[in-house]
């Protein structure tokens, strides 16, 4: 992989979400609204969109659900939402209020995905409500990480990506609290060398993308005693090739200068 050197893994549905917030729902069709109004009606009717697979006969199959702004979710769309088949993904362009409550799905356990390009703080608190998500990626520079305890009770989520936000040490101190972790990213954040203290508590912990931080070889041995680790990300960090013997655990390290491979 080129500059990112993680594998953070990417299913077709999540590409899907990525394409939906580029879109920009430009091509976006507006249903009238009716009495009996099917949920595809009542989420394009408020602004959303619904990406899927369809059977020949025109079913959908599985989908995700895509809205510009987390405040043109409201109890309405929330229903119709959960009367989709098999909802893989939710995604945000923005989170504001008035927030929706998120409780609601909490019972679509096919929902695997949260995506949120501009969030803030406020957010985690409902995302929370969705204690069997797997996969959560967040963005926006109002994102501090100061909600981040909320997502304590979350064991089963696998993938946090906070990367292009400006989490800091304090708000990245509390993520050896959520157990389950695998892949981490905090490429381009506000985190030092303080923020990897802890990591060593995560004990699935797998990949972590630190690209573009101040990370230096303080760091680097607090990583090292993260025995788990498979692969790290360190371009455009302050890590030099003769700081990175204490991974020597570790299969792939990436960064100028610090391809393991290149160095062999």
């Known amino acids: 992989m080129n500059d990112i050197g993680m594998r953070f893994r990417w299913s077709l549905l999540q590409m899907m979400l990525a394409v939906a917030m580029m879109a920009g729902m430009a091509s976006l069709s507006i249903h009238l609204l009716y009495v009996h109004a099917s949920p595809l009606e009542v989420i394009e009717q408020a602004g959303?969109?619904?990406l899927g697979d369809y059977d020949n006969a025109g079913n959908l199959l599985e989908c995700v659900v895509f809205f510009k702004s987390s405040s043109m979710m409201g109890p309405r769309e929330i229903r119709a939402i959960c009367r989709l088949p098999n909802v893989r993904g939710i995604a945000f362009r923005r989170w504001e209020e008035p927030a929706p409550d998120l409780s609601q799905?909490?019972?679509?356990?096919t929902l695997?995905?949260?995506n949120i390009l501009d969030g803030n703080d406020d957010m985690f608190a409902s995302i929370a409500k969705i204690p069997h998500l797997r996969v959560l990626r967040l963005s926006g520079d109002k994102v501090k990480g100061a909600g981040l305890y909320h997502l304590a009770?979350?064991?089963?989520?696998?993938?946090?990506d906070l990367s292009d936000t400006c989490t800091t040490d304090s708000g990245a101190q509390v993520l050896h609290r959520i157990k389950g972790l695998e892949e981490v990213g905090l490429r381009n954040t506000c985190i030092s060398d303080a923020a990897l203290s802890d990591l060593w508590r995560l004990k699935a912990l797998k990949h972590l993308d630190l690209a573009r931080t101040p990370i230096t070889a303080s760091g680097v041995q607090d990583l090292a005693k993260i025995r788990t680790l498979k692969s790290v990300n360190l371009n455009y960090t302050l890590v030099s090739g003769s700081d990175i013997g204490p991974l020597e655990h570790v299969d792939h390290v990436v960064g100028f200068g610090l391809d393991r491979e290149s160095a062999e």
């Not at 799905?105 to 356990?109: A, H, N, P, V, W």
């Open 48 to 50: 959303g969109m619904v």
């Open 105 to 109: 799905f909490s019972q679509i356990l």
């Open 112 to 114: 695997d995905t949260i």
């Open 153 to 160: 009770g979350m064991q089963k989520l696998e993938i946090l």
